[in-house]
């Protein structure tokens, strides 16, 4: 059943690509989809998006490098080749190949795609068309400049564990939000009391903890700063470390306080490292 969970999101893929479109007869009947950057879609509104996204890149190929089957789930990571051919999100068609990271977690049912999460690195994305400043240049917006060194003072604090600090760097109703938290932990803190409560849980079951940045992404809007990192933790109890890829969101307000605090990650790396796997939902 595995190895036919997994051959069924390889060929959710690529009839998907053949046919410029969605594989419906691949979906279950109450298909539900993720896909960062966007709300809960059913299987209608998820063909409108797919149609969109057909519609301005040509030529797609999804090369699917790792596939991982547990129960009826299963992750996948990868990347999809494209070239953008007409006009997207405003942006102009360039004619240039986009290559754009993917993972994300099928759930299968009854031999159908019945959930479906897709976290493709958008940010990437849109630099490559040009709708996202390159990174390197000089910023001269002075917002900007103040969240970017907020983004770095902010996990500087965590590795040093400075929890009532982190939490004063949020807005008085500032949120954490974790989108593919999968059942497994809440998903949503509001207030700065409660995300002081989730930080100093969240850190308290680690003897370390690094979080060094690969790349800092600010969007065009200055109050809006996305980070990629690996996030390393070493377990009190000695079961080892936890190592997972992180895509991080800051929404700041006009004052450069944390609105909102968006976390994607693997959940399949999370529930197999807190040894959580039967409880994905």
Known sequence: MLEENKALVRSFFKKANQDNGTATEMCANDFSAHIVGQPPLNLEAFERYQEKYYTSFSDTETIIEDLIAEGDQVAFRGFVKSVHTAEFMGIPATGKQ???????????????????????DRLSWMQQIGALP?????????????????????????????????????????????PYHSGLFPGLFIGRKEIYKFWK??????????????????????????????????????????????????????????????EYYNPITSARAFGLMDKIK
């Open 98 to 120: 986009v290559v754009v990271p993917i993972f994300g977690v099928a759930k299968i049912t009854d031999g159908k795609i019945a959930e479906w999460w897709n976290s493709p």
């Open 201 to 262: 849980v969240a850190t308290e079951q680690f003897s370390e903890i690094s979080f060094p940045i690969d790349e800092i992404m600010p969007f065009k809007d200055s109050n809006k700063v996305a980070v990629k990192l690996v996030g390393k933790l070493k377990f009190k109890d000695n079961r080892g470390i936890y190592e997972n890829d992180y895509l991080f969101i800051f929404n700041f307000d006009d004052d450069g306080k944390i609105l909102e605090f968006y």
């Open 134 to 178: 390159e990174l390197g240049k000089e910023r001269k917006n002075l917002n900007r400049e103040r969240n970017i060194q907020t983004v770095q003072s902010f996990f500087k604090l965590i590795d040093q564990r400075k929890i009532k600090e982190i939490s004063e760097l949020y807005a008085e109703n500032g949120k954490n939000i974790a």
